[in-house]
């Protein structure tokens, strides 16, 4: 299960921004939520911010977040780096529960961030692709 978030105006942009070559010129458009931060995210849901919205992402299907959602999910990934911070002793736990490491997790917060400040940019909302 894999799912891409994207910066974009709508569906058909993002699809187009993904299948355009080199992928590096479009890197900062989106984020991909790899395998097991899914079941983390969900566990410690409470620990952040925001996370009802971007539950909205469904790994299975296309979704679409309006422009009005895109603040919300940057502080949903700050959320994340703070928790890190503040959980730093946990990482065994997360290793041997999710098979992720803190590392793995903040670069995907930072990813995240930075696809919410190219959406914020261009006033763009935030497309969800699963599989």
């Not at 900062?28 to 971007?54: A, C, P, Q, R, S």
């Not at 895109?70 to 890190?84: A, E």
């Not at 997360?94 to 930075?114: E, H, P, Q």
Request: some cysteine.
């Amino acid at each position: 299960m894999s799912l891409l978030i994207v910066a974009a105006k709508d569906t058909n942009e993002a699809l187009e921004l993904l299948s355009t070559k080199p992928k590096k010129a479009i890197k900062t458009h989106f984020v991909e939520e790899f395998e097991g931060i899914d079941n983390f995210l969900y566990d410690f849901k409470d620990e952040f911010l925001h996370y009802e919205i971007y539950y909205r992402f469904d790994p299975y299907r296309e979704t679409y977040l309006e422009a009005s959602s895109v603040c919300k999910i940057k502080i949903f990934s700050g959320s994340i780096l703070q928790w890190i911070t503040e959980n730093g002793a946990k990482e065994n736990t997360l290793i041997s529960r999710y098979g992720i490491t803190l590392n793995k997790i903040k670069n995907f917060a930072i990813g995240l961030n930075n696809v919410c400040d190219v959406a914020i940019k261009n006033k763009y909302g935030l497309v969800g692709i699963g599989d």
